[in-house]
């Protein structure tokens, strides 16, 4: 059966409840179900909205993919974000009566401009007048909602930037002694994060860390807060947060390693930013996706990165440092002879003789 949408959920709603079930295409694995039952109350509905969201389930997104499939234009077919720049300039250009399949193609931008000859025959469809009319209002609603975020965004940074100002020292009353002053002894025994770290100034360094973005650090300021000195390790953060393993133990028998509940706000989006991390090149959180993907699993590989994403944003927060990537080769660097001995043995077995020299530097 052709996959027209990798994605997608179904809502059974009633007035107490709402049966909510997603689906998501995985190339040729078979296609994953989830049914789940959510109360009708705004707490669970924004649970709904962050439940259909992991697996990039979308609303308006599909509305457009659906009109573009019933004129018989394939543009999701060659261009992966469908609204992105290109996408969005050809879209427009259907909208505006432009039927050319080759003159849509040329309003492709960067390289995607490399698959021109793909785009002519994925724009050759039916493109109707009914069809104009959908998606003009399809991609105008669109657009309310991103000025929608875009306007809570602001707000967000405005009060980030508001509480970033440090307060006035205060004024002894008239007739009282002042404060006496911390001692060193005390002041030492927290971390450096404790004396003075801005919320705008954790997200400035939280935004360096490849797949964290302005959203990302936003909800890490909000859930987590910029005072490290609470959490005595990161070991302590990510257990917090629910990315730690579990413990469950019972005679001496380890009976489940899952993580636990924690916080399912900054879980949810330190996930994503693992999902991003990941796509990323020549790093090494990307690097260290691939190592654990193949061995564990890519949900698993995912919320190892995002417990990695969580300690380097704890240390980074104690030592007021911008992220410093190890690079992608780190694993190899690390373990450099083991990995020179393991290839050259699947060489020999292939029947090659492996003479290595090193190179000068």
């Not at 399809?138 to 657009?143: N, R, S, V």
């Not at 609470?230 to 393993?245: C, D």
Request: charge should be positive; include cysteine; proline fraction near 6%.
């Amino acid at each position: 059966m052709h996959v027209i949408y990798p994605c997608c959920a179904g809502l059974d709603v009633h007035k107490k409840t709402v049966v909510a079930c997603r689906m998501k295409a995985e190339g040729s694995k078979p296609s994953r179900r989830e049914v789940k039952t959510f109360s009708t109350m705004t707490r669970q509905l924004l649970a709904l909205s962050d439940w259909l969201s992991q697996w990039g389930c979308t609303r308006v997104i599909n509305r457009v993919q659906k009109a573009l499939e019933g004129a018989n234009i394939k543009l999701s077919s060659v261009a992966s974000d469908t609204l992105g720049v290109s996408g969005r300039a050809i879209l427009k250009g259907l909208i505006q009566g432009q039927e050319d399949p080759a003159a849509l193609a040329e309003l492709a931008k960067g390289r995607l401009r490399n698959k021109k000859a793909d785009l002519e025959q994925a724009l050759t469809g039916f493109f109707r007048p009914h069809h104009r009319f959908l998606l003009s209002h399809l991609l105008a609603h669109l657009d309310f909602l991103e000025t929608q975020l875009s306007q809570l965004s602001d707000q967000i940074a405005q009060h980030i930037e508001a509480m970033g100002v440090p307060p006035k020292d205060p004024q002894p009353p008239s007739g009282g002694s002042p404060k006496p002053a911390q001692s060193p002894t005390a002041a030492s025994s927290k971390p450096a994060q404790a004396s003075g770290l801005l919320p705008n100034q954790a997200m400035a360094l939280w935004d360096t860390i490849p797949g964290v973005n302005q959203t990302v650090a936003e909800v890490m300021v909000a859930e987590m807060g910029v005072d490290m000195g609470r959490f005595p390790t990161h070991r302590h953060l990510a257990s917090w947060v629910g990315l730690a393993p579990g413990n469950h133990e019972s005679a001496g028998k380890r009976q489940s390693g899952r993580t636990t509940k924690g916080n399912p706000a900054l879980r949810l989006a330190l996930v994503q930013a693992a999902w991003a991390a990941s796509r990323t090149k020549d790093t090494y959180l990307s690097a260290l996706y691939r190592r654990l993907a193949a061995r564990r699993g890519k949900k698993r590989a995912l919320v190892a990165v995002a417990h990695s994403i969580l300690t380097a944003a704890y240390h980074m927060a104690c030592h007021t440092q911008p992220y410093q990537d190890p690079g992608s080769n780190y694993f190899d660097q690390r373990k450099k002879h083991d990995v020179v001995s393991r290839l050259s043995h699947r060489l020999e077995k292939l029947g090659y003789n492996v003479a290595l020299t090193l190179q000068a530097a």
